[in-house]
């Protein structure tokens, strides 16, 4: 995420009145060209710096970004974007420039485009940029070397030998854990007749998933729980809270990669373990960093699925009842379409992580220097009319979905099998076992997370018939902590 505090208040746009790139706008007529000497244009050889930087003005009516409304609902103001300036040239609140793509053919085209590196060093200011980019606390705890930041061949070796954990036979030989993890959350308060979904079920139950799958012993899972709550805040916490909890993370996981090479078992540290051992040459650092990636990105876009899904089928009550009805006669295919459409709809990543142009290109007709930063807007790309037909209908059976919420390209996320088990589960045991859920809130009143990256509610109140506890009985005892 780019805000080091994605809990934090959205920054209103600190663009200026006059934005300082021209952009293409098909909508509108040519905007008027920048007078010479014009604002330093760092991209152009022998620029001269002028006392004040002129620019040039934005498209007219370009709706407010990144403010709170903007956050509760970015969709209006994603389509401006895709009908009138597809490729934006845009001041994050962070303020770093950037520019967004929201067009589909853009986007798709971009994911997969080896001259956009997921490499830092190549952003034209790097260092200017430094703590505003990335996985917040991930430089100062030295866990960079992962695979959202790095280009092949590294991402080949890294990406290969991660790739094991993650087979369709891996992910289905998982998927009784998940079950289990699954009805025990609910568990835990469906006798309460109202919870809140995401503090007691989105969230905990992929970060115990990820830190089975990863090899963490029980008793210390509650820690990544904790570590992980604050790298998202889901509750808020203290100014300097991310970074220490980034930092703890990164120095248990060094000291349980020690630990775990006197005693390997069938876990993904073990794995990556045994693969440096036979001349991989996985360095330690690599090794932590890639496990770090792994439990961060494979629990919050979960978190953010589990949530925004069930948020989506609340609001739609009669898409929800013809998945419920399928649920009852022992289909799985409405299902399976249903989390494809949520991730679609209302996905849990609203922009692509962070690329930089190694050389000069063009993105839908708009020149890109080399340096730039490219964020591919996935949220937009997956509502462009242009591919999807009705793309602001929720449709549980929609069968051409080609969606983005997962990437595409070889940066397409490993973990995504992994990330759909959990979402079907957690989705069919929630309706299956609470069938009269409801939301405990005014749809106006619920809060999102203001990160950049990840899109994904703050809490998620909700109300159902509580559960006899008969009922509870079938499903095992109620549980102590995982």
């Given at each position: 995420?780019?805000?080091?505090?994605?809990d934090?208040?959205?920054?209103?746009d600190?663009?200026?009145?006059?934005?300082?790139?021209?952009?293409?706008?098909?909508?509108?007529?040519?905007?008027?060209?920048?007078p010479?000497?014009?604002a330093?244009?760092?991209?152009?050889?022998?620029?001269?710096?002028?006392?004040?930087?002129?620019?040039?003005?934005?498209?007219?009516?370009?709706?407010?970004?990144?403010?709170?409304?903007?956050?509760?609902?970015?969709?209006?103001a994603?389509?401006?974007?895709?009908?009138?300036?597809?490729?934006?040239w845009?001041?994050?609140?962070?303020?770093?420039?950037?520019?967004?793509?929201?067009?589909?053919?853009?986007?798709?085209?971009?994911?997969?485009?080896?001259?956009?590196?997921?490499?830092?060093?190549?952003?034209?200011?790097?260092?200017?940029?430094?703590?505003?980019?990335?996985?917040?606390?991930?430089?100062?705890?030295?866990?960079?070397?992962?695979?959202?930041?790095?280009?092949?061949?590294?991402?080949?070796?890294?990406?290969?030998?991660?790739?094991?954990?993650?087979?369709?036979?891996?992910?289905a030989?998982?998927?009784?854990?998940?079950?289990?993890?699954?009805?025990r959350?609910?568990?835990?308060?469906?006798?309460?007749?109202?919870a809140?979904?995401i503090?007691?079920?989105?969230?905990?139950?992929?970060?115990y998933?990820?830190?089975?799958?990863?090899?963490?012993?029980?008793?210390?899972?509650?820690?990544?729980?904790?570590?992980?709550?604050?790298?998202?805040?889901?509750?808020?916490?203290?100014?300097?809270?991310?970074?220490?909890?980034?930092?703890?993370?990164?120095?248990?996981?060094?000291?349980?990669?020690?630990?775990?090479?006197?005693?390997l078992?069938?876990?993904?540290?073990?794995?990556?373990?045994?693969?440096?051992?036979?001349?991989?040459h996985?360095?330690?650092?690599?090794?932590?960093?890639?496990?770090?990636?792994?439990?961060?990105?494979?629990?919050?876009?979960?978190?953010?699925?589990?949530?925004?899904?069930?948020?989506?089928l609340?609001?739609?009550p009669?898409?929800?009842?013809?998945?419920?009805?399928?649920?009852?006669?022992?289909?799985?295919?409405?299902?399976?379409?249903?989390?494809?459409?949520?991730?679609?709809?209302?996905g849990?990543?609203?922009?692509?992580?962070?690329?930089?142009?190694?050389?000069?290109?063009?993105?839908?007709?708009?020149?890109?220097?080399?340096?730039?930063?490219?964020?591919?807007?996935?949220?937009?790309?997956?509502?462009?009319?242009?591919?999807?037909?009705?793309?602001?209908?929720?449709?549980?059976?929609?069968?051409?979905?080609?969606?983005?919420?997962?990437?595409?390209?070889?940066?397409?996320?490993?973990?995504?099998?992994?990330?759909?088990?959990?979402?079907?589960?957690a989705?069919?045991?929630?309706?299956?076992?609470?069938?009269?859920?409801?939301?405990?809130?005014e749809?106006?009143?619920?809060?999102?997370?203001g990160?950049?990256?990840?899109?994904?509610?703050?809490?998620?109140?909700?109300?159902?018939?509580?559960?006899p506890?008969?009922?509870?009985?079938?499903?095992?005892?109620?549980?102590?902590?995982?």
């Amino acid at each position: 995420m780019n805000d080091p505090r994605p809990d934090a208040r959205p920054a209103r746009d600190p663009r200026p009145a006059r934005d300082p790139r021209p952009v293409r706008d098909p909508g509108s007529a040519p905007e008027p060209a920048a007078p010479e000497p014009a604002a330093r244009d760092p991209h152009r050889p022998g620029a001269g710096t002028p006392a004040a930087p002129v620019a040039v003005p934005g498209p007219e009516g370009m709706p407010e970004l990144f403010s709170w409304e903007f956050a509760t609902d970015p969709y209006p103001a994603y389509a401006w974007l895709r009908e009138h300036a597809p490729v934006r040239w845009t001041r994050l609140p962070s303020g770093v420039d950037a520019w967004l793509v929201t067009r589909y053919a853009d986007a798709r085209e971009a994911l997969a485009d080896a001259r956009l590196s997921k490499n830092p060093v190549h952003h034209a200011d790097e260092a200017g940029a430094r703590g505003k980019t990335g996985i917040p606390g991930e430089r100062g705890a030295d866990l960079m070397t992962h695979l959202l930041n790095i280009d092949p061949p590294d991402h080949t070796r890294l990406r290969r030998l991660v790739s094991k954990a993650f087979t369709p036979r891996r992910v289905a030989a998982f998927a009784p854990r998940v079950a289990e993890l699954t009805d025990r959350f609910i568990d835990g308060f469906a006798a309460e007749g109202h919870a809140d979904l995401i503090h007691a079920f989105a969230f905990p139950l992929p970060i115990y998933a990820i830190c089975d799958l990863l090899g963490v012993p029980p008793e210390d899972q509650d820690d990544f729980r904790d570590w992980a709550g604050m790298m998202i805040r889901h509750g808020g916490g203290p100014r300097g809270g991310v970074a220490r909890s980034v930092k703890r993370m990164r120095a248990y996981l060094v000291e349980l990669i020690h630990r775990k090479r006197g005693d390997l078992g069938d876990d993904l540290i073990s794995g990556l373990i045994r693969a440096s051992d036979h001349g991989e040459h996985l360095t330690e650092n690599e090794a932590a960093a890639m496990a770090f990636i792994l439990l961060f990105a494979g629990f919050e876009t979960t978190v953010n699925l589990i949530g925004n899904g069930m948020h989506t089928l609340l609001r739609h009550p009669a898409q929800r009842a013809a998945l419920q009805e399928s649920l009852a006669r022992g289909e799985e295919g409405l299902l399976e379409t249903a989390v494809e459409e949520l991730l679609r709809f209302d996905g849990p990543v609203e922009l692509a992580t962070w690329r930089y142009a190694t050389e000069p290109l063009t993105i839908g007709g708009q020149p890109v220097a080399a340096g730039d930063p490219v964020l591919v807007v996935l949220a937009a790309a997956d509502r462009d009319p242009g591919r999807f037909a009705g793309p602001d209908t929720v449709d549980l059976a929609r069968r051409d979905n080609p969606h983005l919420g997962y990437g595409h390209g070889i940066h397409y996320c490993l973990g995504a099998p992994l990330a759909r088990l959990e979402a079907r589960t957690a989705l069919a045991t929630l309706l299956t076992r609470l069938p009269d859920l409801r939301l405990a809130a005014e749809p106006e009143d619920l809060r999102w997370r203001g990160g950049l990256i990840m899109r994904g509610l703050r809490t998620l109140p909700v109300a159902f018939t509580p559960e006899p506890a008969a009922v509870r009985g079938r499903h095992g005892d109620t549980p102590s902590p995982p």
